[in-house]
């Protein structure tokens, strides 16, 4: 390579470290913010502060996990200790035997 073949790549790699930088700094500015709307689904509440309206499926799926911990706590609290430390023992080698 000649010295001005070297001297113009130098330069356009220069020009290419420039406008990466500039690139990258853009990229790490935070995006603005969307203003909130009446609902914020993040949040779970309403732009007056109120909690949001769940929906239908939600609402049964979530009771349907309060009626099985429930069950559970009522379960744990009938078993023996002993008996719920085998139980849990024999599960763990199940689970171990099927892998």
């Given at each position: 390579?000649?010295?001005?073949?070297?001297?113009?790549?130098?330069?356009?790699?220069?020009?290419?470290?420039?406008?990466?930088?500039?690139?990258?700094?853009?990229?790490?500015?935070?995006?603005?913010?969307?203003?909130?709307?009446?609902?914020?689904?993040?949040?779970?509440?309403?732009?007056a502060?109120?909690?949001?309206?769940?929906?239908?499926?939600?609402?049964?799926?979530?009771?349907?996990?309060?009626?099985?911990?429930?069950?559970?706590?009522?379960?744990?609290?009938?078993?023996?200790?002993?008996?719920?430390?085998v139980?849990?023992?024999?599960?763990?080698?199940?689970?171990?035997?099927?892998?």
């Amino acid at each position: 390579m000649r010295n001005e073949e070297i001297k113009a790549e130098l330069s356009a790699l220069r020009a290419e470290v420039v406008a990466l930088a500039a690139a990258r700094e853009k990229a790490a500015q935070p995006a603005p913010q969307p203003e909130p709307g009446p609902l914020s689904t993040a949040t779970g509440t309403t732009a007056a502060g109120a909690p949001a309206p769940m929906d239908h499926e939600h609402e049964g799926f979530m009771g349907q996990v309060r009626e099985l911990v429930e069950l559970l706590e009522e379960e744990l609290k009938e078993t023996p200790v002993v008996s719920g430390l085998v139980i849990f023992s024999v599960g763990i080698l199940v689970g171990r035997f099927l892998r």
